[in-house]
């Protein structure tokens, strides 16, 4: 007999509700048109998309757990944890993301009154509008920057406008590592270390906060992540084994727009590492729709 055919798992994907370009209904479908079996809605800062999300999941027979991106400052680095299957009505992993939908507001504000002495001017009601009812972020800074025509495409105001050291750039003091990681867990999450190299951490350093992040409660670490290359999942890959966590995968899709990844994409979890999933031999009741997305 065949082997059963290996479910498609993308734990890591952004809608309307933060940054990405697609509402949660139309990231469902686009996941059903990429052939994914469970989908993990994941934006930034925000469980708000959670619940059109399984609606949709549910109509259309898809797997779907309930994420959150977080924002963390480690060692005033802006670190992102990943939290899967959190429980939405917890009410510190609530208040916790009040707190940093506010402090959002707040930078935003400050990153427009810098630009403004650059000589952007008005950009803050502009942006507002971009965010609509979603987490107000960076990457809606980019799109109306390079709609102004301040820069040749989103990558181009990034790197112009937007990093340290940069006009628009605003240093953020996030969650603590410790603290969104009792969120997560206390939502009854497994927390995952978002794509680990993309944080140009040193080996040793990497293997610091790989450290305190396992004895704070840390289960995984995004081993396939949609921009990493070959070496970077091998780097992942080691680190997991290494620290005896759980691998995770997650295209980070946002969008159509060029340079991101597709949903979906990524090549099979290397066969030394645990896949996150295996926390979840119940994933039928996954399917479709996750019971704990609706309150
Ligand atoms: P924020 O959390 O508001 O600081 O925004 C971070 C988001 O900006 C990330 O999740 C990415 O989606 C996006 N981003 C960060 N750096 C770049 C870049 N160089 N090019 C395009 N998008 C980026
Ligand atoms: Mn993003
Ligand atoms: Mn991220
Ligand atoms: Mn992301």
């Not at 890591?12 to 048109?33: C, K, M, Q």
């Not at 109306?144 to 181009?156: E, F």
Request: neutral net charge; proline residues 6%.
């Amino acid at each position: 007999m065949n082997a059963p055919m290996a479910r498609v798992f993308d734990l890591h994907a952004h809608s309307t509700h933060s940054d990405g370009a697609y509402r949660p209904r139309e990231l469902i479908e686009r996941a059903v048109a990429a052939g994914i079996d469970v989908l993990a809605l994941t934006d930034h800062d925000t469980l708000s998309g959670h619940l059109e999300a399984a609606e949709a999941a549910r109509d259309l027979g898809i797997g779907f757990l309930p994420g959150v991106e977080i924002s963390v400052t480690w060692q005033g680095k802006t670190l992102h944890l990943v939290g899967l299957r959190v429980d939405a009505a917890h009410e510190p992993l609530i208040a916790g993301l009040e707190g940093l939908a506010r402090h959002r507001v707040q930078r935003a504000f400050e990153m427009a009154q810098r630009l403004e002495k650059v000589g952007i001017i008005g950009i803050y009601d502009e942006v507002l509008a971009r965010a609509g009812e979603g987490m107000v972020t960076r990457t809606h800074f980019a799109h109306c920057l390079a709609r102004r025509g301040l820069a040749a495409d989103v990558r181009d105001v990034f790197n112009r406008y937007l990093t340290p050291g940069k006009p628009g750039y605003v240093h953020s003091t996030w969650a603590d590592l410790e603290t969104a990681i009792a969120w997560i867990r206390g939502a009854g999450g497994v927390a995952v270390l978002a794509h680990p190299i993309r944080y140009k951490l040193t080996g040793s350093w990497l293997r610091r906060l790989a450290v305190e992040f396992k004895e704070f409660g840390g289960q995984a670490i995004e081993v396939l992540s949609g921009q990493a290359s070959p070496g970077d999942v091998q780097a992942s890959a080691q680190l997991a084994k290494r620290f005896d966590l759980l691998g995770s995968c997650g295209s980070d899709f946002h969008g159509p727009d060029q340079g991101w990844p597709k949903l979906g994409r990524l090549p099979p979890m290397p066969k030394d590492v645990t896949p996150v999933w295996s926390l979840w031999p119940d994933q039928g009741s996954l399917v479709p729709g996750c019971p704990t997305a609706v309150p």
